[in-house]
């Protein structure tokens, strides 16, 4: 039987990822369908009712690859509840009956290359070591090229002009890359949207406001499971830092840590799980570069950042930050959220305007 | 006379004030919503209308807050269209500008906000559970067989208030059912129910807030006597509750149409105009976004639900 691949989406991650599969494997790698209500809604019927949100959307991401021919499943792990996703989907998969492999490609917290070459070789016999290299390489780069341009664009798409310009730049960036051949094609192209990029009209004043992104990785990158909320805060012309993406999760998070620990001394003595005690150490970078407001976001029920929120609170009380925290699961109305992020928007303008 | 119009479509009450340049209020409405918040504003509007019309006042904005803002506010070109939070907020400050904490339950929800040297520096408001809140309260008025509007009276003549375990509404139903099969006086039961609404808000949308006072109370709960007691004798501190609390919100949005002001003259006869709302699914993927679009006199004048451009409607 020919075998078709198929992964969760994570937000433009989709790409990268596609590609290092299709570049490893020479197998069809499916493009799984954007999540919509139907995607949650067969996720949320199939898993626990009180696992956290990201492992439903996987589950229905699964699901709908499954109907539309995928027979190879790849699930990553590590940090939290996310390392058992991969077992349990995969039992709660062959209970509905359906028939895949299934591969868990960072299975114990570490993401380790012999392994994961052995899990490749299986796939394509005639991958050479230096293939494999390549192809990772080439992987790291288009993911840290792909982080690089979107924080150039969450700098800019509060203040577009245009309506849909960055947008659209975004969408031509990933298609050309999505092409791209090599490693110097890919960085060629790169360097062509960052010029692109910094060429589109924008309109920003000088104190705009300036907000942080902080909390859990998934509902930071998945877009879906976040209601749109940079999309949102975009069209309140607020420039927006994010911290989570891959770069910083497959790599500078553990550059970062032994700083990290040691800046938040007077907060936590020990890690808290996942990212929970990074965005204890967000919370002071924000104040110390600046920034006016903190929204944090997390699944109902994410333990790491649970933990962290009583901390976050305190350290946010002490520097004198105004924080929002959001919960998101699949019942969460559209409605709730955006008055209460108008609010917080409403907070931080009469401060900021009180201010002057 | 100038004068500015807000208005605040709650989930179970409609608001509306008309106040003049120096904000105070020349007219007030306050009626049910019933679940047609189109027609509530069509009768707050007539009420208003006819409470200033032997006043030359012209209307120069309108202001819109509550659930129903944006489906309101759409309709009557409102220069205002803001969240509840901020329009409680600015409201408050108007009347008690040293106010540190406001404390509102409505209908469907509840939330507190913190404010320091006129200006909110926190806030929250419940996530999941009505309990705790208006229409909780009135079910359980019903299942009673008394008016929701004696219930703080007779909560202050209960000597002994009985704990009802109120974390849910539906728990709290039951436990309340429990307490009048054991034969509790219907008196403390009522006063127990005040204590409960009172410290389940203290525990969900206060959690970790630090109240400090002067603590304002209010929401269409303030109106009852009840429930104040049990704020004070948990706060153990006084708690001030308005004639007009249940106004700020509409007073809020109503200054802010008048910062907003495009020197527009709002036309009562809006209210006879025939508004239509449909919710329309929208087809471009399997997300099936519910579409809501307005028409006035059978014309699109608004649409709004979609997450893509794929279900925009053209206006």
């Known amino acids: 039987m020919r075998q078709i691949l198929a992964f969760p989406q994570l937000g433009d991650y989709q790409y990268p990822i596609r590609r290092l599969l299709m570049d490893m494997t020479h197998l069809e790698v499916l493009e799984v369908p954007p999540i919509t209500k139907k995607t949650i809604a067969l996720g949320s019927k199939y898993s626990p009712d009180s696992v956290c949100i990201p492992f439903k959307y996987n589950l229905g991401n699964f699901i709908e690859a499954l109907e539309k021919g995928a027979n190879v499943l790849f699930q990553a792990g590590g940090g939290c509840r996310y390392r058992y996703y991969a077992e349990v989907q995969e039992t709660i998969l062959r209970d509905l009956g359906y028939d895949f492999t299934f591969v868990q490609i960072i299975g114990r917290d570490h993401l380790r290359f012999k392994e994961l070459y052995h899990i490749f070789k299986g ?141 938040v001394k007077k907060y936590c003595k020990y890690t808290l799980g996942a990212d929970g005690m990074d965005n204890v150490y967000r919370v002071l970078w924000l104040k110390k570069h600046g920034y006016d407001g903190i929204i944090h976001t997390k699944p109902t029920g994410c333990t790491p950042e649970i933990g962290a929120i009583p901390i976050l609170m305190r350290a946010a009380q002490e520097e004198k930050m105004p924080i929002i925290f959001f919960s998101f699961d699949e019942q969460s109305g559209m409605e709730g959220i955006n008055t209460r992020l108008e609010a917080f928007y409403d907070l931080l303008t009469l401060k900021k305007e009180a201010q002057k | 006379m100038k004068g500015y119009l807000g208005l605040d479509i709650g989930s179970i009450s409609t608001k509306g004030v008309i106040i003049d340049e120096k904000k105070n209020i020349l007219a007030s409405s306050y009626l049910w919503t019933e679940g047609n918040p189109v027609q509530a504003v069509k009768k707050v509007l007539v009420e208003l209308e006819e409470k200033i019309k032997d006043r030359k006042i012209k209307i120069l904005g309108v202001g819109t807050t509550g659930s129903a803002r944006k489906l309101i506010g759409t309709m009557l070109g409102a220069c205002s269209i803001k969240n509840e939070i901020t329009a409680h907020a600015i409201g408050t400050l108007s009347k008690y500008p040293t106010v540190k904490t406001i404390l509102e339950i409505g209908g469907q929800d509840s939330k507190i ?94 959690k970790g807030k630090k109240i400090k006072g002067p603590i304002l109370f209010q929401g269409g709960v303030s109106k009852n006597i009840g429930v104040k007691k049990a704020f004070e004798d948990l706060l153990k501190t006084e708690v001030i509750t308005d004639k007009n609390g249940h106004l700020m919100g509409a007073l809020g949005s109503a200054i802010l149409a008048k910062k907003n002001s495009k020197n527009e003259v709002f036309d009562f006869s809006l209210k006879d105009a025939i508004f239509e709302t449909n919710g329309i699914e929208c087809k471009g993927c399997e997300n099936h976004c519910e579409v809501i679009v307005v028409k006035k006199d059978g014309k699109k004048i608004d649409a709004w639900g979609n997450r893509c451009e794929k279900g925009m409607i053209k206006i």
């Open chain 1, 123 to 263: 796939f394509n016999k005639n991958l050479t070591r230096k293939n494999f290299l390549k192809n990772l390489i080439f992987a790291f780069f288009y993911i840290t090229y792909l982080d690089k341009i979107d924080e150039y664009i969450r700098h800019r798409v509060g203040f577009e002009v245009e309506k849909n310009s960055f947008l659209k730049l975004k969408k031509a960036f990933i298609q050309k890359c999505n092409k791209a051949k090599n490693i110097f094609s890919l960085t060629k192209i790169y360097y062509q949207y960052k010029k692109k990029c910094k060429k589109i009209k924008i309109n920003k004043p000088k104190n705009c406001l300036k907000v942080g992104f902080i909390g859990e990785l998934y509902t930071a990158m998945e877009r879906y499971s976040n209601y749109n909320l940079e999309k949102t805060l975009a069209s309140y012309h607020i420039e927006i830092k994010r911290f989570t993406n891959l770069t910083y999760l497959l790599w500078k998070k553990a550059l970062f840590l032994p700083i990290m620990k040691r800046k």
């Open chain 2, 113 to 206: 906000i913190l404010l320091e040297d006129g200006m909110v520096t926190d806030y929250a408001m419940n996530t999941l559970c009505a309990a705790g809140t208006g229409s909780f309260l009135s079910s359980q008025a019903k299942r009673l067989g008394i008016d929701v509007k004696d219930f703080g009276k007779i909560a202050l003549s209960s000597k002994n208030p009985t704990s009802i375990a109120a974390r849910c509404t539906v728990f709290a139903e039951s436990d309340l059912v429990h307490k009048i099969q054991m034969g509790y006086e219907k008196k403390d039961i009522i006063a127990g129910l005040c204590y409960s609404v009172a410290s389940n808000y203290l525990n969900n949308v206060a």
